[in-house]
């Protein structure tokens, strides 16, 4: 069984920065593509940035692009994701996902996030204008 841990959502200033870890308990993380998603009251779940397993690829969403950066530090069994220039439209719950996949093809990992994933509890991140 894999188990996400989310930490770092707080309530920030708009323009602000924010980073968020997602601690991963599995003894292979290596064969886990990472993303993280996020959720509104009342909406769905919406993609936000996925990397693959070995670290070298990485893809957004275009409300996203330029502004947060996803990593991941194999030796810690952790993924982060680099939130800057944040808006008031980022306020969200942030969720972080783990599929097994060690393809390097983004889309492709895209889709197993919407059928095999883990997933964590969730961290707030509110962003004040």
């Known amino acids: 069984q894999v188990q996400l841990v989310e930490s770092g959502g707080r309530l920030v200033q708009a323009g602000g920065s924010l980073k968020l870890s997602c601690d991963v308990s599995?003894?292979?993380?290596?064969?886990?593509?990472m993303a993280w998603f996020r959720q509104i009251p009342g909406k769905e779940r919406e993609f936000v940035a996925v990397?693959?397993?070995?670290?070298?690829?990485?893809d957004y969403a275009e409300s996203v692009k330029g502004r947060f950066t996803i990593s991941r530090d194999n030796a810690e069994n952790t993924a982060y994701l680099q939130m800057n220039s944040l808006k008031s439209e980022d306020t969200a719950v942030y969720f972080c996902?783990?599929?097994?996949?060690?393809?390097?093809?983004?889309?492709?990992?895209?889709?197993?996030?919407?059928?095999?994933?883990?997933w964590g509890q969730g961290t707030q991140v509110t962003v004040s204008s």
């Open positions: 990397i693959t397993s070995s670290g070298r690829n990485t």
């Open positions: 996902a783990a599929t097994f996949s060690v393809s390097e093809n983004t889309v492709a990992v895209r889709r197993l996030l919407q059928a095999r994933v883990y």
């Open positions: 599995t003894r292979t993380f290596t064969n886990y593509a």
